[in-house]
């Protein structure tokens, strides 16, 4: 008996089918091997993309000297020689806001008075102290000089850096809200203080000086003290000075001050150590 030729023809359609079946499943298996191969390739490229700028980017912002240390602190303070003129440096300028005499003028109380405005006695409070900018956060290290009725206060500190652009913030707005104040209370009655901005060179990356003269009565005698106060921000590190006496502010030792010790600063930031510059102090 002949077979039915449909029956072959079907035998032979399903044969095709089974063979194009196996072709199109090969491929599909090797197109999808060759997608995970590219989408492999093509992840770790954008990985190793993304990784590299992070890594470039750290290198860039961080250094070995990016923290600064006790020791950077002190070997970025000026001497006496950053300054020209007489200056000698002096033992535990720490100690200045609560006990200065100057000539006859106990300096320290003549500052110790009250304001009316809270800005205003927080500028008050910080001449010839160590929180101007609020108490830092790291290293920290101070040095004073003095030259006949004038002293000046220098100092080297690390902050958080939020809290230490609020200060900047708070001391740029000083010669406007401060521009004149009365100091009242302790020996010496009513003191008049005003507030003038002071033009410090183009350092750091942030900048405030300003002139304040406290104008009074100390011992029976009319007193007169005009301080320059300082300030330039580096990153979350600042230096501050306050500097000047009965007799005015010295201007330009406040500008040497700034000039010299904001590229000390840098220097140690850098991971170096800055030239000592001859001064006489063992």
């Known amino acids: 008996m002949t077979t039915p030729r449909p029956i072959v023809r079907s035998s032979r359609v399903l044969a095709v089918v089974l063979a194009t079946g196996t072709l199109l ?149 000083l010669p406007d809200t401060c521009d004149q104040f009365t100091v009242t209370g302790g020996d010496n009655g009513d003191r008049t203080v005003q507030v003038v901005e002071m033009e410090l060179p183009e350092e750091g990356d942030a900048r405030q000086g300003m002139t304040v003269t406290v104008k009074g009565d100390s011992g029976g005698e009319s007193v007169t003290l005009t301080l320059d106060v300082a300030v330039v921000q580096i990153g979350a590190d600042a230096i501050t000075v306050t500097n000047g006496g009965l007799g005015g502010a010295g201007h330009d030792a406040t500008k040497a001050a700034v000039q010299q010790g904001t590229q000390r600063l840098k220097d140690v930031l850098a991971g170096g150590t800055p030239t000592p510059t001859p001064s006489g102090i063992e």
């Open 25 to 173: 499943t090969t491929a599909a298996c090797s197109d999808a091997d060759d997608s995970t191969s590219a989408g492999s390739e093509t992840g770790a490229a954008a990985v190793a993309q993304t990784e590299s700028p992070t890594s470039a980017d750290t290198s860039a912002t961080s250094s070995p000297g990016a923290v600064l240390s006790e020791t950077g602190a002190r070997n970025a303070l000026i001497t006496a020689a950053d300054l020209e003129g007489d200056w000698t440096q002096v033992d535990k300028p720490q100690q200045w806001r609560d006990s200065l005499l100057v000539g006859q003028v106990d300096v320290a109380a003549f500052l110790n008075g009250k304001s009316d405005a809270a800005d205003c006695q927080q500028l008050l409070d910080s001449l010839y102290d160590e929180t101007l900018l609020g108490t830092p956060s790291g290293a920290s290290a101070l040095n004073g000089f003095e030259q006949g009725d004038s002293r000046l206060l220098y100092q080297v500190a690390a902050y958080q850096k939020a809290g230490l652009d609020k200060s900047m913030k708070s001391l740029q707005s």
